[in-house]
């Protein structure tokens, strides 16, 4: 069974913080890792996706890839109020059927 | 990034109805496309996978004679919820991937109230 697992959170941090969202998968065949955000009654929409280990930077997010240790995080400099939401972690094969978490809620408080 | 459209946003019938909900990629070939469920302050469920050309396949759990999907085109696929009873209330949510491009992209979701 493909786990993806988050801490359901909440999150809270203040303004200008720096948000990390974690997230561990347990199907060692993945290849692609996403982060999505889903405001509450909206559908989740892509924030950034990652395939290799590392780095990624997309403005004010980094996506962390590390495939030994199965894990993959989000950072959120500056956050702003704006970003409270949940957001999702999901992976994927050779299939493209995502699995996904069940999501870390984050509250960024003024 | 990709668009996909979801048609009707919101939907309120009475039970024992049958509800057809439409999910359009816009701008891009969509052979795959996924539909969920998510009910309040829960985690998305996937309950099928629609390739375009050949018959979905369901989650277990999900009732596929309920829940009929078809992908027809590589720009629609459709589902829908026969004779709806108030326990399928719900937010129905698809999304889409297209050929080599494994990134999924969902619609805005639509809203069913089965009084």
């Known amino acids: 069974q493909k786990e993806v697992e988050q801490n359901s959170g909440p999150l809270s941090v203040p303004e200008g913080a720096i948000a990390s969202l974690n997230c561990t998968y347990s199907?060692?065949?993945?290849?692609?890792f996403f982060w999505y955000r889903q405001y509450s009654g909206k559908s989740p929409e892509l924030i950034m996706s990652i395939y290799s280990n590392g780095d990624k930077e997309d403005g004010r997010f980094t996506a962390q890839l590390n495939k030994a240790s199965q894990y993959v995080s989000l950072l959120i400099r500056d956050s702003q109020p704006s970003d409270s939401a949940t957001y999702l972690c999901?992976?994927?094969?050779?299939?493209?059927?995502?699995?996904f978490g069940r999501g870390t809620s984050l509250i960024v408080h003024p | 990034g990709a668009v996909v459209s979801q048609h009707p946003s919101r939907v309120i019938c009475k039970s024992g109805t049958s509800v057809k909900i439409e999910c359009r990629s816009l701008d891009f070939q969509a052979t795959t496309m996924f539909w969920y469920r998510q009910f309040p302050k829960q985690s998305l469920m996937l309950m099928a996978t629609?390739?375009?050309?050949?018959?979905?396949?369901?989650e277990q759990g999900v009732e596929k004679d309920k829940f009929l999907i078809n992908h027809a085109s590589l720009t629609l696929s459709t589902l829908t919820v026969t004779s709806a009873h108030p326990e399928d209330s719900s937010f129905y949510i698809c999304?889409?991937?297209?050929?080599?491009?494994?990134?999924?992209?969902f619609g805005p979701g639509t809203r069913l109230t089965v009084l």
């Open positions: 629609s390739n375009e050309g050949s018959k979905a396949t369901y």
């Open positions: 999304s889409a991937g297209g050929g080599r491009t494994d990134t999924q992209y």
């Open positions: 199907d060692r065949g993945s290849q692609s």
């Open positions: 999901a992976t994927q094969g050779g299939s493209y059927i995502p699995t």
